[in-house]
C-alpha cells in the first residue's frame, strides 16, 4: 500500500469507523485485564516482569566489590594437584592428604586455618557441612582443636534440609518435615551450632518462577520458607529465625549496615568477575605463597571464604547473573548487606495503574495522530521511554518496576487500531532482514542497520582502511588422508566454531571460508574512518588472533584425550586500504557476496604464509604492531619482500599481552636484529647465539644465525636488510 492511498484509507474514515476503533481498544484492554486478572496467566506475565527485571540486574549499575573478602576455591587444580612437583606435595603434610582424594580429611582444614590467621585474615568462612562425625576421631580432633584455637574467628554453617525449587513447581512439604542440618558437635564443638559464628548456608530461588536466586535470606525461618512458597504449613509464632552466613560476618564487620537488612532483601550483586576464586591448594606451596600471596600479606585484615569451584562438585547457584558458584554468592550477598545495596518492588498498584495508562495513551495517539507511521513512531518512543524510565528508577532508585504492563497495554490498544500497517511493517522488516542475512553474519546485520549509508556505499563499491586476518591450519590436507570424511568435517567444523566465536567476540566479522582458512575482517562496515577507529580495529584483530591461539590450545587438549590428531595454524594480520563491495553474479545468476579486495588482502595473506618459514603462528605487519604500543609483547621477526611483492613490509611475531613475562633472551633477540640490519653480521650472531642460550633457541633465531653465516662469508654488494620470500 502506497503512502497516497493510505492517506486516502484515513481521510474515509467515519463516525461508525471510531467507535469500531474504541470497541477494539477496550476489546484489547479486556484481554489484558482477563491476563493480569487470572492467576495462571498471572504468573506467565509475572515471569515475562522478571526476565525484564532480570536484564535491568544485568545492565545496570553493580554493588563495587569489597578489597577485603577473599575466596579459596576447591577447584579442579586443587583436586588434582597435577600442577604440582612431587616433592612439592610430599613437603607439606596437608598436600599429601588432599592428593588422596575428595572428600578430603577433616585434618586438612586445622593447616588451612592455621594458615590463614597466621598471615592475619579477620575472618574465615568455611562453607562445608560437618554433619556427621569423621570415620577417624582424631581428624575431629584436630578440626575442633583449631576452631577452638581460632574461636571467634571461624564461621561454619548449617543447611536446611529442603529440595530446591525446579522450575515454576512448588515445593510441597510439611513443616515438620524440613531438619536443620548442623554441624557434628564432635567436628567443632557442642556449641557452635549456638553461637554467634554459625550461619545458614542455603539460598533459596523463587519457587513461583524460575528457582533463580535475586534475593538473600538474612534471616532464615521455617515461617519465612512458608511465606516464601518453598514450604507449606502452619506458622509458628514462637520460632527464632536463624542468621544467614553473610549475617553472621555483616554483625562482626559493621553490625550498624548489618541491622538495617530486613529477613528477606533483594540484592543487587556485584560484577560477574568479581571475587575471583584463588586455587586453595597454592597455600601450601612456599613458592606459589610467596610469589602469589605475597607470603600471606594477601589475606591479611581479610574476609577469607573457602568453598567448592570445581565444576564436578555441583556447588552452583542460578543467579541474574548467571550460573555462579555458591561460595561466590555469599560473598555477593555479604557485599550488598554491608553496603545496604538491595532493589525493592514497585507499589502494589504499579501493575493496573501501568495498565490504564497505556490503553489511554494508545486511544490518544490513533484518535489524533492520523499517519499510520507516525504513531508507530510514538508507540517506539513510549516504549523505549518506559523501558529507560523504569531502567533509571532501578539504576538510580532501586525500585523494581516492570515496564511490561504500560509496554503491553499501549503496544496492543495502539496495534489494535493500525493493524494492516503494522503488518505490512513487519513484513517488509522481514523481508530486508531476510536479506541481509543472505550477505552476512547476524553481526554484521546489525552494523548494517544502524548506518544505512555505510550500508549502500558498501553495496556500491567504496575504499576504507580494513584489518584483514588470516588464518590456516598447518598440513590438514595431508593430515585428513587418513581420516573418514565425517571425521574431517567433524574435527573442522569444531575448529571453524571456535575460531569464529573470538572473532564474532572482539567484533570481527567473518568474511568467507576457504577450506580450512578463516578470512575475517575489521572496519569493513563502520561509516567512520579516522585513527581512533584503525587502532581499535587492529588491537581487536590481535586479540582475536590471541584468543584463537588459546582456544586451539584447549581444543587440541580435548583432542588428545579422544585420541584425534592435533592442529596447528598461521595467523597473518595486515591493515590497509581495500575496496569493499557487493562482488558477484547479478540477475538471472544471481550470486553476490559483501567482501573486500585489494592489496592489502593479499598482504595479509602472504603474511600467514610466512609463519611457516619463520616457525611462528601469528605475524602482524608494521602497521598493525603500530597500533599495539607497549600493551602487547612483539618480536622483531623480518624485513621482508613477500612473494610477489615489490615493497617490502615489516613484520613482527605477537607473543602476547605485555602483563605477561618477556621470553627470555627476547632482548638480545632484539638487539641482534638490529645488529644483523647494520651489515654487523658476526656481532649479529654473538647476539642471537647469547639468545639462545637464554632459552630462545627457536626456528627464526636459527633462521637469523644461518643467515649471518651466510651473509659473513659471503657479504653483500648492497645491503638493504631487506629478505625476499621466494615461497607463498
Known amino acids: 500500500m502506497t503512502n497516497n492511498s493510505l ?58 566489590a569489597r578489597d577485603d573478602i577473599v575466596i579459596l576455591g576447591i577447584d579442579d587444580a586443587s583436586q588434582k594437584l597435577d600442577t604440582l612437583w612431587p616433592e612439592e606435595i610430599d613437603a607439606s603434610p596437608a598436600l599429601k592428604e588432599m592428593k588422596k582424594q575428595w572428600q578430603w ?34 581428624d575431629d580432633r584436630l578440626l575442633r582443636e583449631a576452631l577452638e584455637r581460632h574461636k571467634g574467628k571461624v ?84 520460632e527464632v529465625a536463624r542468621p544467614s552466613v553473610a549475617m553472621v560476618l555483616g554483625r562482626k564487620i559493621d553490625p550498624e549496615a548489618a541491622a538495617k537488612a530486613g529477613a528477606l532483601e533483594r540484592i543487587r550483586y556485584c560484577d560477574l568477575d568479581s571475587y575471583p576464586p584463588l586455587s586453595i591448594h597454592q597455600i601450601f606451596v612456599d613458592e606459589l605463597w610467596k610469589n602469589n600471596f605475597g607470603n600471606g600479606a594477601a589475606f591479611k585484615e581479610k574476609i577469607v571464604m573457602v568453598g567448592a569451584t570445581a565444576s564436578d562438585l555441583q556447588d552452583f547457584q542460578e543467579t541474574t547473573l548467571g550460573r555462579v558458584e555458591g561460595v561466590r554468592v555469599h560473598a555477593h550477598a555479604l557485599t550488598a548487606l554491608l553496603a545496604n545495596s538491595f532493589v525493592h518492588d514497585a507499589p502494589p498498584w504499579w501493575t493496573w495503574a501501568s495498565l490504564v495508562l497505556g490503553a489511554v495513551l494508545a486511544w490518544t495517539l490513533v484518535t489524533f495522530v492520523r499517519h499510520p507511521l507516525a504513531t508507530l513512531a510514538v508507540l517506539v518512543l513510549l516504549t523505549v521511554g518506559a523501558y529507560a524510565g523504569t531502567f533509571y528508577m532501578f539504576d538510580i532508585h532501586s525500585i523494581e518496576a516492570s515496564p511490561v504492563p504500560f509496554v503491553v497495554a499501549l ?13 505490512m511493517q513487519r513484513r517488509a522488516q522481514q ?33 576504507r582502511t580494513v584489518t584483514v586476518l588470516f588464518s590456516d591450519v598447518r598440513g590438514f590436507t595431508s593430515m585428513s588422508e587418513n581420516m573418514s570424511p565425517t571425521e574431517i568435517v567433524g574435527q573442522l567444523n569444531e575448529y571453524l566454531s571456535k575460531m569464529v566465536e573470538r572473532v564474532f567476540k572482539q567484533k570481527g566479522l567473518v568474511d568467507k571460508f576457504i577450506g580450512d582458512a578463516v578470512m575475517a575482517l575489521w572496519g569493513s562496515m563502520r561509516g567512520q574512518q579516522n ?92 602497521a598493525v604492531r603500530h597500533h599495539l604500543g607497549d600493551d602487547f609483547v612483539c618480536r622483531t621477526t623480518d624485513l621482508v619482500r613477500a612473494s610477489g611483492k615489490l615493497k617490502p613490509v615489516e613484520v613482527f611475531a605477537v607473543i602476547g599481552l605485555a602483563n605477561g ?54 657479504p653483500p654488494r648492497d645491503w638493504s636488510g631487506v629478505y625476499t620470500a621466494t615461497k607463498k
Open 7 to 64: 492517506k486516502n484509507l484515513l481521510s474515509t474514515e467515519s463516525a461508525v469507523h471510531q467507535r469500531v476503533l474504541a470497541m477494539m481498544i477496550l476489546g484489547a484492554f479486556g484481554v489484558l485485564a482477563i491476563v493480569y486478572g487470572w492467576d495462571n496467566t498471572r504468573d506467565l506475565m509475572e515471569r515475562r516482569d522478571r526476565s525484564v527485571l532480570d536484564e535491568y540486574h544485568d545492565s545496570s549499575r553493580k554493588t563495587p
Open 105 to 138: 580429611r577433616r585434618r586438612v582444614w586445622a593447616p588451612v586455618l592455621d594458615r590463614l590467621f597466621e598471615a592475619g585474615a579477620k575472618y574465615v568462612f568455611l562453607d562445608l557441612t560437618f554433619k556427621a562425625p569423621a570415620h577417624d576421631d582424631e
Open 155 to 238: 564461621v561454619v554453617g548449617g543447611k536446611w534440609e529442603i529440595e530446591a525449587a525446579v522450575g515454576n513447581k512448588r515445593i510441597v512439604q510439611n513443616t515438620e518435615n524440613v531438619p536443620l542440618m548442623v554441624p557434628s558437635p564432635t567436628a567443632v564443638g557442642e556449641e557452635f551450632a549456638t553461637s554467634d559464628m554459625f550461619g545458614i548456608l542455603n539460598f533459596f530461588g523463587e519457587a513461583n518462577l524460575d528457582g533463580v536466586v535475586r534475593s538473600a535470606n538474612y534471616w532464615v525461618s521455617v515461617n519465612q520458607l512458608i511465606q516464601q512458597g518453598i514450604v507449606t504449613g502452619q506458622l509458628d509464632p514462637t
Open 411 to 423: 503496544d496492543l490498544c495502539g496495534v489494535a487500531g493500525i493493524t494492516g500497517n503494522y503488518l
Open 431 to 463: 523481508r530486508a532482514v531476510r536479506l541481509l542475512a543472505r550477505y552476512t553474519s547476524p553481526e554484521m546485520a546489525k552494523e548494517m542497520t544502524r548506518d544505512r549509508t555505510s550500508l549502500y556505499n558498501a553495496l556500491g563499491g567504496t575504499e
Open 531 to 622: 585513527v581512533d577507529g584503525d587502532r581499535e580495529d587492529a588491537r581487536r584483530a590481535v586479540m582475536s588472533a590471541l584468543e584463537m591461539r588459546k582456544a586451539l590450545t584447549e581444543l587440541n587438549a580435548d583432542w588428545v584425550k579422544r585420541d584425534i590428531q592435533e592442529l596447528k595454524f598461521g595467523i597473518g594480520i595486515h591493515q590497509g586500504p581495500v575496496v569493499v563491495g557487493n562482488i558477484g553474479a547479478e540477475s538471472p545468476y544471481e550470486k553476490m557476496d559483501i567482501t573486500v579486495i585489494g592489496d592489502s588482502v593479499n598482504t595479509a595473506s602472504r603474511l600467514e604464509g610466512l609463519t611457516k618459514q619463520y616457525g611462528v603462528d601469528l605475524l602482524v605487519s608494521d
Open 661 to 714: 613475562q618477556r621470553p627470555p633472551g627476547l632482548d638480545q633477540f632484539e638487539a641482534g636484529v638490529k645488529r644483523y640490519r647494520e651489515e654487523k653480521f658476526l656481532e649479529a650472531k654473538e647476539l642471537f647465539l647469547q639468545a639462545e642460550a637464554a632459552g630462545l633457541g627457536d626456528q627464526l633465531t636459527y633462521e637469523y644465525i644461518h643467515r649471518c653465516d651466510t651473509l659473513a662469508a659471503n
